[in-house]
């Protein structure tokens, strides 16, 4: 079982907004600004999307955010693109001392 | 250029030992923690553990205590997940990963796929 829960699967069209949930503890997700989300295609290595619960590397869409409200994260994707199909994984800092705990993975279906 | 690279695939037998490497270029490798994540054949991302290069602080998520050891060499920039005695079920990919000063992970290495049969 992760440390973090997420739903396993959501869908959307093409062009709808989705949102995918991270929840934790006070241990982790509601007590840093340190939530992080990575986008993961078959056979590929995980992508970093959002860091620091709402900031975009460079290069990454806008069609993606993030925001945080107590233990919950979230990530939005808006306008979404067959390309978005994926899984998500999103990460906290903790103050275990592993530092870094999972969610169990979300997997996105653009129908 | 941040890289880290990871060594080639394995095959191993049930009960072999393994050590497979992360190197690291492009930044200050000692000043950054390395952490390492196994996939499972069509599952999700799990936190084995993470090492601090500069001085070689190690810790390990439950569930990978004592199965595998983490380690790091700064000279060779180079971090290490070994194992003494490999199961089938250690079948899985294995990805190294930098935790940045916001706690990010934005560099991953490729993978290393490791399998273990008889």
């Known amino acids: 079982q992760s440390a973090l829960t997420q739903p396993a699967s959501v869908s959307g069209s093409p062009g709808q907004s989705i949102t995918i949930s991270c929840t934790g503890t006070s241990s982790d997700v509601g007590g840093y600004n340190y939530v992080s989300w990575n986008q993961q295609h078959p056979g590929k290595a995980p992508k970093l999307m959002i860091y620091g619960v709402s900031n975009r590397p460079s290069g990454v869409s806008n069609r993606f955010s993030g925001s945080k409200s107590g233990n919950t994260a979230s990530l939005t994707i808006s306008g979404l693109l067959a390309e978005d199909e994926a899984d998500y994984y999103c990460s906290s800092y903790t103050n275990s001392s592993t530092l870094v705990v999972f969610g169990g993975g979300t997997k996105l279906t653009v129908l | 250029e941040v890289q880290l690279v990871q060594s080639g695939a394995e095959v191993k037998k049930p009960g072999e030992s393994l050590k497979i490497s992360c190197k690291g270029s492009?930044?200050?490798?000692?000043?950054?923690?390395i952490g390492w994540v196994r996939q499972l054949p069509g599952k999700g991302l799990e936190w084995m553990g993470i090492v601090y290069p500069s001085d070689s602080d190690t810790r390990y998520s439950p569930s990978f205590q004592g199965q595998v050891t983490i380690s790091a060499d700064k000279s060779f920039t180079t971090t290490y997940l070994q194992w003494s005695s490999l199961k089938a079920s250690d079948t899985a990919m294995y990805y190294c990963?930098?935790?940045?000063?916001?706690?990010?992970?934005?560099?991953w290495g490729q993978g290393t796929l490791v399998t273990v049969s008889s």
């Open positions: 492009g930044y200050s490798f000692s000043n950054y923690w």
């Open positions: 990963a930098r935790l940045g000063v916001d706690n990010s992970l934005a560099y």
